[in-house]
């Protein structure tokens, strides 16, 4: 499933939600109007499709307290609204995205549905009824990982994901003003309690980029074709063909 804008010439551009098969061919394109995507997610579970974003509010239409999480079958049609945009602190301003905030995320669990809007850095969990459980911003978790840097500052949030059982893990890419150097460093926060705790660094280097979490473990890409997986507790990550 791709979530695309597709520009058809002049003013004519939709933003769509386009399925295919194992083989590649196309099965259904449908548009999420009024909601607009800024990342899906697909729950085998609930054979789902997880669309989460703003959306378009007609001129001389008060601007009611519209869902930011909304849930369709396969065929496009809506199968519950969820998240008020009054949860988050700017509403659907709040998945306005910058390279020192990162992008949108959102991860779709058995039980619970996890999301990341980077605008204020808001991270929220719910139930599939969209109950929040549990809001952090981590504005000043992620300053206090920084800090523990010394020269170094942040550049961007190249990645971030979530694991199954809620932890936010968010890559870091620092850079050293004074030495010219960069580092990439890992790290996991505890929505619940805002606990932090280090999974990895990498410098500039034998880079090793973080691209997300799998069976609760680390994967990592080397050189933009090997592939690392890191288990929880293990110090260093590993090529993937040694795994047994």
């Known amino acids: 499933m ?4 597709l520009n058809f010439g002049g003013h004519n551009i939709r933003r769509v939600v386009l399925t295919y098969d194992s083989s590649g061919q196309l099965l259904k394109t449908w548009e999420p109007f009024p909601q ?6 697909y729950s085998k579970d609930d054979d789902a499709i997880f669309v989460l974003g703003d959306r378009y509010v007609p ?3 008060e601007a009611s307290d519209y869902p930011l999480l909304v849930e369709y079958n396969r065929d496009g049609r809506v199968l519950k609204n969820m998240i008020p945009a009054s949860t988050l602190k700017d509403a659907g301003d709040s998945f306005n995205q910058s390279g ?3 992008e949108p995320a959102l991860r779709v669990t058995k039980d619970h549905i996890y999301f990341y809007a980077p605008a204020n850095r808001e991270a929220v969990m719910c139930d599939h009824n969209g109950a929040v459980l549990a809001y952090r911003s981590i504005s000043d978790i992620v300053d206090k990982i920084i800090s523990m840097e010394d020269g170094y500052e942040l550049a961007q949030i190249h990645h971030l994901d979530f694991t199954d059982d809620g932890d936010i893990v968010l890559e870091l890419l620092l850079g050293n003003s004074t030495s010219q150097d960069s580092m990439l460093e890992l790290g996991r ?7 932090a705790a280090p999974v990895h660094k990498t410098f500039k280097n034998g880079r090793l980029s973080f691209v997300g979490i799998k069976d609760g473990q680390y994967l990592y890409v080397a050189d933009g074709k090997t592939l690392y997986f890191q288990s929880a507790g293990a110090q260093e ?3 993937l063909d040694t795994k047994d």
Do not use: L
């Open 237 to 239: 990550p590993v090529p």
């Open 100 to 102: 020192q905030t990162g």
């Open 189 to 195: 926060i505890n929505i619940k309690t805002g606990e």
């Open 36 to 41: 607009y995507w800024e990342v899906i997610a």
């Open 59 to 61: 001129d001389g239409r």
């Open 2 to 5: 791709f979530a695309t804008i």
